[in-house]
């Protein structure tokens, strides 16, 4: 049986669009946890988002990074 997955909410893509422009900025520095509120299961079930342990400043932390389907996924809603 194929699962039907609704297309991310507003807020989804939002979220989603602020942690690239983080990455890019920054020099591929990860989005955490806290920033992606409520969207973070949504986004990951899409396969929008890849998460990876690391150690930051001594501490082992979630790290959030938008996967390539996701930047894919941007590129043809919003292509400016």
């Known amino acids: 049986m194929k699962v039907i ?15 690239l422009e ?5 020099n591929g520095k990860p989005c ?3 920033e992606m509120k409520s969207s973070l299961s949504g986004l ?3 396969g929008l988002i890849e998460t ?8 082992k932390l979630l790290c ?4 390539d389907v996701g930047k894919k996924f941007l590129l043809e809603t919003n292509p400016d």
């Open 44 to 46: 990951y079930k899409r």
């Open 22 to 26: 983080k990455q890019e900025q920054n």
């Open 52 to 59: 990876k342990m690391e150690i930051i400043n001594d501490k």
């Open 64 to 67: 959030i990074y938008v996967s």
């Open 32 to 34: 955490l946890p806290e």
């Open 5 to 19: 997955m609704r297309p991310p909410t507003l807020r989804m893509i939002k979220i989603l669009k602020g942690c």
